[in-house]
T-cell receptor
């Protein structure tokens, strides 16, 4: 399968911005996604970006895509304690295959 | 977005036994997917379940260990057979309604003792 890499941990103070990074290897990716997993829960789709876009904003979330460097990031503005979770990036390669990153555990310090 | 319900949400099972996990979707979908998330790790696709045909298994997963049923367009089951402690994981059911997203059930947390 494709390689999708993320750093494992990120800690930020409440009110600061969080930036979660992801790199992938498949240059033919069509869509890239960010999912949130809270403790004991399944995955919640947060946002996605089509590969011909370089930025997408949705309220506190900003997704940046650098297709040349195969780098995806998720910025959470004004991070709150409720944002503490594991964040997975995923890329779509081919018609039906989703490849997930290792997940980044975000801890928000009050 | 689809609403996906999984049962059970968690279970503790004895080694050597089998557990069947159910996944119900609130709309008709062609393909349903089963993932495994081992402790502290990412998601690994086990198999893709199409209604009316055999499930397609990913490398490292076999039908004897993870039999899947897909009797209609809103329901699927995954059985974890002859369990060992290494099968302790979260098992997630998913549907993809378009390129713009895959939706997941809340998962089944399985502990094998």
């Amino acid at each position: 399968g494709e390689d999708v890499e993320q750093s494992l941990f990120l800690s930020v103070r409440e009110g600061d911005s969080s930036v979660i990074n992801c790199t992938y290897t498949d240059s033919s990716s069509t869509y890239l996604y960010w999912y949130k997993q809270e403790p004991g829960a399944g995955l919640q789709l947060l946002t996605y970006i089509f590969s011909n876009m370089d930025m997408k904003q949705d309220q506190r979330l900003t997704v940046l895509l650098n297709k040349k460097d195969k780098h995806l990031s998720l910025r959470i503005a004004d991070t709150q304690t409720g944002d503490s979770a594991i964040y997975f990036c995923a890329e779509r390669s081919g018609a039906n295959n989703l490849f997930f990153g290792t997940g980044t555990r975000l801890t928000v310090i009050p | 977005s689809a609403v996906i319900s999984q049962k059970p949400s968690r279970d503790i099972c004895q080694r050597g036994t089998s557990l069947t996990i159910q996944c119900q979707v609130d709309s008709q979908v062609t393909m349903m997917f089963w993932y495994r998330q081992q402790p502290g790790q990412s998601l690994t696709l086990i198999a893709t379940a199409n209604q009316g045909s055999e499930a397609t298994y990913e490398s490292g997963f076999v039908i004897d260990k993870f039999p899947i049923s897909r009797p209609n367009l809103t329901f699927s089951t995954l059985t974890v057979s002859n369990m060992s402690p290494e099968d302790s994981s979260i098992y997630l059911c998913s549907v993809e309604q378009s390129e713009t997203g895959a939706f997941f059930g809340q998962g089944t947390r399985l502990t094998v003792v």
